[in-house]
Antibody
Framework: EVQLVESGGGVRRPGGSLRLSCVAS????????MSWVRQVPGKGLEWVSG????????GYAGSVKGRFTISRDNAKNSLYLQMNSLRAEDTAMYYC????????????????WGQGTLVTVSS | SNVLTQPPSVSVAPGKTARISCGGN??????VHWYQQKPGQAPILVIS???DRPSGIPERFSGSNSGNTATLTISRVEAGDEADYYC?????????FGGGTKLTVL
């Protein structure tokens, strides 16, 4: 059974930093691209960032480029999102997601989602 | 940058057919994926690559895509289909989601 378990959410002041983690199990983690998707409570979905199977290709939404960094540790079956220079508009539930097809994060839909970790940015 | 436009809400009676649109510039040339999200739950994939159904998704769910509009069609709608639905496409260097459509079963 595929499981994606996020952690690291919390409350930060604007300008602060936070690191999200996602531990994956139930599949060959190092074969698949992964992404982070966020959702403001009661609002729609926004893709944040993606990373390919070995970490040498990454992508970001324009709203987070230059502030967020995605990474992975295949030995630990883990995905990360380093969030710097946080803004109030980054407040959202952050989901760790797995791509349907192997290797990249850009060529297939999401077939598994974690339950999310909540990030709140407020002064 | 591609913008995907969905109607905020669609209402349908049980047993009838619901159609949820996703408008975008030349979206017919893209692979469109559809997700269903029920309150308090993470989304699930219901249609991929325009018309493929993942295992466990009823045949009542289907997709089409042409020109500037992609459509998710749900036949013989049931109360359990009430949810938010999102379309998704790859826009060259990033993923884009539509704004979402709330399907209400009357």
């Amino acid at each position: 059974e595929v499981q994606l378990v996020e952690s690291g959410g919390g409350v930060r002041r604007p300008g602060g930093s936070l690191r999200l983690s996602c531990v994956a199990s139930g599949f060959s983690f190092d074969d698949f691209g992964m992404s982070w998707v966020r959702q403001v409570p009661g609002k729609g979905l926004e893709w944040v960032s993606g990373i390919n199977w070995n970490g040498d290709s990454t992508g970001y939404a324009g709203s987070v480029k230059g502030r967020f960094t995605i990474s992975r540790d295949n030995a630990k079956n883990s995905l990360y999102l380093q969030m710097n220079s946080l803004r109030a508009e980054d407040t959202a539930m952050y989901y760790c997601t797995k791509e349907l097809a192997r290797w990249d994060y850009s060529n297939s839909p999401i077939d598994y989602w974690g339950q999310g970790t909540l990030v709140t940015v407020s002064s | 940058s591609n913008v995907l436009t969905q109607p905020p809400s669609v209402s349908v009676a049980p047993g009838k057919t619901a159609r949820i649109s996703c408008g975008g510039n030349n979206i017919g040339s893209n692979s469109v994926h559809w997700y269903q999200q029920k309150p308090g739950q993470a989304p699930i994939l219901v249609i991929s690559y325009k018309s493929d159904r993942p295992s466990g998704i009823p045949e009542r769910f289907s997709g089409s895509n042409s020109g500037n509009t992609a459509t998710l069609t749900i036949s013989r709608v049931e109360a359990g289909d009430e949810a938010d639905y999102y379309c998704q496409v790859w826009d060259g260097d990033h993923w884009v989601f539509g704004g979402g459509t709330k399907l209400t079963v009357l």
